[in-house]
């Protein structure tokens, strides 16, 4: 039996069996995970409440032949409870799990700066950092942009002519000039290509100071963003409360 030990955060669980649960890991070494904890629902279990969806734990864990099993578990960062218990909270960070699962497909192969990214981002959601949809929408354009589609918020993203620039088009990569607008392109106001490139950059000073509407404007151009380049829909997306 190989032991191994790693940093991670708790993406998704399922039941397996009477008390068992199958747990999926953003490791901070070894990728993605998936892993038995054994016994872990039941109520005298030494760690059950640790392998829950947003915590951050320290584990180690044995190679399985087709699924690892957990063997110890401890806490890093309750944000567990802090983001299940506020509705907003938590449906902008189930958003985050499933958008890290999605981009981290391929098991056991490191994903280091999507581990962090995500890390940070549910640690700032759980201590109410900044509204929830401005770090729901600034991890998703992170995310995206560490896995290979940056978005471009000031020059064109066709052919790069120096913005800014009055329309989104989310299939050709982000802002467009005149000359290669395509019909249906979105043209968001100036302030919202500001706060988006303020989220992208990290810049929050920017976007705390927006206003609503913009970001209203922005979480749309976001989530269609998005969705475009996973190729299909996010099931929690449509669940999120923006307030």
Not at 41 to 59: I, N, Y
Not at 87 to 104: D, I, K, N, Q, S
Not at 178 to 204: Q, S
């Amino acid at each position: 039996m190989s032991l191994y030990r790693d940093e991670a955060i708790v993406l998704r669980t399922h039941k397996l069996g009477e008390a068992d649960r199958i747990v999926t890991l953003l490791t901070r070494s070894h990728g993605k995970v998936r892993a038995v904890g054994k016994g872990v629902r039941r109520t005298s279990s030494r760690f059950g409440s640790r392998l829950e969806p947003f915590m951050h734990v320290d584990v180690q864990l044995s190679t399985g032949r087709s699924l690892d099993i957990v063997t110890q578990a401890e806490t890093l960062g309750a944000y567990g409870r802090p983001v299940c218990e506020d509705y907003t909270l938590y449906t902008a960070g189930t958003v985050m799990l499933e958008t890290a699962e999605r981009l981290v497909e391929a098991e056991h192969e490191p994903a280091l700066q999507q581990y962090w990214l995500l890390v940070g981002a549910v640690r700032a959601l759980a201590g109410r950092e900044h509204a929830p949809g401005l770090v729901l929408d600034s991890y998703l354009l992170r995310a995206l942009a560490v896995a290979g589609w940056a978005p471009s918020f000031t020059d064109c993203a066709r052919c790069g002519e120096p913005g800014p620039h009055q329309a989104f088009a989310v299939a050709s990569g982000g802002a467009v000039c005149g000359e290669c607008r395509p019909p249906g392109a979105a043209a968001p106001a100036p302030e919202t290509f500001a706060l988006l490139a303020a989220l992208l950059a990290g810049d929050w000073a920017v976007a705390d100071a927006s206003a609503e509407r913009h970001r209203g404007e922005g979480n749309g151009l976001v989530a269609a963003f998005c969705q475009f380049h996973l190729e299909r829909q996010l099931r929690s997306l449509p669940l999120v409360e923006r307030v």
